[in-house]
DNA sequence: AATCCCTCCAACCGCAGCATA
DNA sequence: TTATGCTGCGGTTGGAGGGAT
C-alpha cells in the first residue's frame, strides 16, 4: 500500500491545485461515490474537478474502477471463477481486461493480482506434484492421465496451466499464429493420428504406425528439427510409431478476434533404424514434448487447424468448453 | 516483545490507441 | 500532418499486515 501523499509537489491540476497520490481516505471515497451516483462516469478529469477531488482523473478512475464501483463482487474468488480464470487466461493470456470481462463483479486488477499471487503458486505446487505413472511415461505422457495423485479437476488445471506457461504472452501467441499455416503439419503424420479431445485435457492415444518416410520426407522439408533430444535425424529410419496423447486448445487471434482451435498431440516418436543405417538411432527413444513448442511449432506439437470462429460467439457461453461443469450466467 | 520475512493488493507508471483541434 | 488530451491496459511498486523466528 502507499501511503497518502499530502505534499502534491509532484503534480498539479488545472487549477494550479496540488494533487494527492496515494491511498483513498474515507471521505475522498464518498466525495467521488456520490458525485458517481448522481452524475454517472463523464471525462474523469471534469470528475475529479467536479467531485472536489485533489487527484487526477487517472485516479479517480482507477479508485472507481477498481473499488467503488456498486457492482463489484466482493470477497475471495469461487473455485469455479478460479477455474474461470485459468481457462481464459489458457485463451487471452494476460489480457486481464478481456478476463475481468467475463468474471462478473471483478475487475482486471483484482484478477491480475490473484493470478500473480495466488493462482501461479498453486499452479506451480501442482506442477511439481509426482505421479506415481511418470516411470512409464510412454503410456502417460507426464503421468496426467488415469490412476495419479491429482484429482480430474486438477488434472484439468495442470493441463491449462501447461498452456498457459507455455503461451504465457500475448506476443507468444500472436508469433504462435502469425506463422504459415498454408502447410498443414498434421501432413507429417499419418491421417489415423487424428483424434478429439475436450479442451484442455489429455486423451489416451492409440499407438500409430507411419511411414517412415513420408514422416522423413516431412521432417527434412520443415527444418528437420523436431525438438528432439539428441541429434536431428540424418538419415529415413526404418520405422516410426507414434505414442501420445491429444489436447485441443483454443487460441485467440488478437488481430482478427477469431479463435483458432488447434488439437495438440502430446506425442512420443519411437522411431528405429537397423545398425547398418545409422547405429547412432538404433533403438533409441525420442521424447517429444509439446509443451512450450507453440514457439516453433516443428518442435514436436502436432497441430492442425479444425477451424475459425468468432472469439465473441464462442465466448458468449463459456460453459461450451466441455471440461467446465458449471455455467457463466 | 522485537525483528525479520513474506504475501497480498491498492495504486502508480508508462505506453498505446483514439479523438479532436 | 502534427500536437494535445483522454482513456484504457498491463506491468510494477511498495506498504500493511501477519506469521515465523
Not at 72 to 96: D, M, T, Y
Not at 107 to 133: C, G, H, M, Y
Request: aromatic share 8%; glycine share 8%; hydrophobic share 30%.
Amino acid at each position: 500500500m502507499r501511503k497518502p501523499d499530502f505534499s502534491g509537489k509532484n503534480n498539479v491540476n488545472n487549477n494550479g491545485a496540488k494533487l494527492r497520490k496515494g491511498l483513498w481516505s474515507p471521505e475522498e471515497d464518498d466525495k467521488l461515490m456520490n458525485y458517481m451516483l448522481t452524475n454517472g462516469q463523464g471525462c474523469w478529469s471534469d470528475v475529479a474537478r467536479n467531485a472536489g477531488l485533489q487527484r487526477c482523473g487517472k485516479s479517480c478512475r482507477l479508485r472507481w474502477i477498481n473499488y467503488l464501483r456498486p457492482d463489484l463482487k466482493r470477497g475471495a474468488f469461487s473455485p469455479q471463477e478460479e477455474e474461470l480464470i485459468i481457462h481464459l487466461h489458457s485463451i487471452l493470456g494476460n489480457r486481464w481486461s478481456q478476463i475481468a470481462a467475463r468474471l462478473p463483479g471483478r475487475t482486471d486488477n483484482e484478477i491480475k493480482n490473484f493470478w500473480n499471487s495466488t493462482v501461479k503458486k498453486r499452479l506451480k505446487n501442482l506442477s511439481s506434484t509426482p505421479s506415481p505413472n511418470t516411470s512409464d511415461s510412454s503410456s502417460d505422457p507426464g503421468g496426467l492421465v488415469g490412476g495419479g495423485l491429482m484429482s480430474m479437476r486438477e488434472q484439468n488445471i495442470m493441463a491449462l496451466y501447461m498452456d498457459s506457461s507455455s503461451l504465457s504472452s500475448s506476443s507468444t501467441k500472436a508469433r504462435a499464429l502469425n506463422r504459415p499455416m498454408d502447410i498443414d503439419p498434421l501432413s507429417m503424420f499419418d491421417n489415423s493420428l487424428t483424434m478429439s479431445a475436450p479442451s484442455g485435457s489429455y486423451l489416451n492415444a492409440p499407438q500409430v504406425e507411419m511411414n517412415p518416410n513420408t514422416f522423413y520426407e516431412n521432417y527434412r522439408m520443415f527444418g528437420g528439427n523436431i525438438g528432439v533430444e539428441g541429434e536431428p535425424l540424418d538419415l529415413p529410419p526404418e520405422s516410426i510409431s507414434i505414442e501420445g496423447c491429444a489436447k485441443t486448445e483454443y487460441f485467440s487471434d488478437t488481430n482478427t478476434n477469431n479463435i483458432t482451435v488447434n488439437t495438440m498431440n502430446n506425442l512420443f516418436i519411437k522411431y528405429c533404424n537397423s545398425s547398418n543405417i545409422n547405429d547412432n538411432h538404433n533403438n533409441k527413444n525420442i521424447k517429444v514434448e509439446n509443451i512450450g513448442g507453440l514457439n516453433n511449432y516443428f518442435e514436436g506439437d502436432d497441430q492442425r487447424v479444425l477451424g475459425d470462429w468468432n472469439l465473441e460467439e464462442l465466448m458468449k457461453d463459456v460453459s461450451s468448453f466441455p471440461f467446465l461443469d458449471f455455467h457463466v450466467e
